[in-house]
């Protein structure tokens, strides 16, 4: 099946700062999706982005997907930006699931 | 809208119980999936549903039966849980099964002693 790599698994950032997250992926895809997974565990869909760019406020993203990968840029962070980041993809034969990658973890001091 | 919901929040079960975990969603989509979340890990997928009355295997469904009641309602059945189930569990919704965004439950705590 596919694999699916993020990188970095830790970050840490003073609220303010602005950070990049990697995810790639090994095999052609349908669906890619970026959640924040909150610290009360709901996961909050930020993009559907299979190609292109979109953003939406302080995030972005750019999906690659001929170079298979995808980044998530968050600018200005703040406090509530803390929690974990997932990459999520639909491979482009099977379809129908979703596998994500293992997150990044990211937190803001302020 | 109340998107997808999910009962109960927090359950648990000694080994060898059963338990059906409930989802409900009011978006009128087609498909429906649960996954289930392991500690510092991604989720997994154990069933999904594409369309109403149609079912299948994702990557994790040993020990665990499924039922799409309706276009609505989408059940997890645990007919003897085993400690390897202890995980968080989500159910999620999307418009087709493929190329459509997941939308995802609040997620049910298991804990099975």
């Known amino acids: 099946g596919i694999q699916v790599e993020q990188s970095p698994p830790d970050l840490i950032l003073q609220e303010g700062a602005n950070s990049t997250l990697r995810c790639n992926f090994s095999d052609s895809v349908n669906n890619l999706q970026w959640f924040h997974q909150n610290p009360w565990g709901q996961l909050i869909n930020l993009f559907y982005i299979p190609s292109g760019t979109k953003q939406n406020g302080r995030l972005s993203a750019t999906t690659v997907a001929t170079e298979r990968y995808s980044l998530l840029y968050i600018s200005s962070s703040q406090t509530t930006d803390s929690g974990v980041y997932f990459c999520?993809?639909?491979?482009?034969?099977?379809?129908?699931?979703?596998?994500f990658g293992e997150g990044t973890q990211l937190t803001v001091n302020p | 809208n109340a998107g997808v919901t999910q009962t109960p929040k927090f359950q648990v079960l000694k080994t060898g119980q059963s338990m059906t975990l409930q989802c409900a969603q009011d978006m009128n989509h087609n498909s429906m999936y649960w996954y289930r979340q392991d500690p510092g890990m991604g989720l997994r997928l154990i069933y999904y549903?594409?369309?109403?009355?149609?079912?299948d295997k994702g990557e994790v469904p040993n020990g665990y039966n499924v039922s799409r009641l309706n276009k609505r309602e989408f059940s997890l059945r645990l007919e003897s849980a085993a400690p390897s189930q202890t995980s968080v569990y989500f159910c999620?919704?999307?418009?087709?099964?493929?190329?459509?965004?997941?939308?995802f439950g609040p997620g049910t705590r298991l804990t099975v002693t």
């Open positions: 999620a919704s999307s418009e087709g099964p493929r190329r459509y965004e997941q939308y």
């Open positions: 549903s594409a369309s109403e009355g149609t079912t």
């Open positions: 999520a993809v639909e491979e482009g034969t099977s379809g129908s699931r979703l596998t």
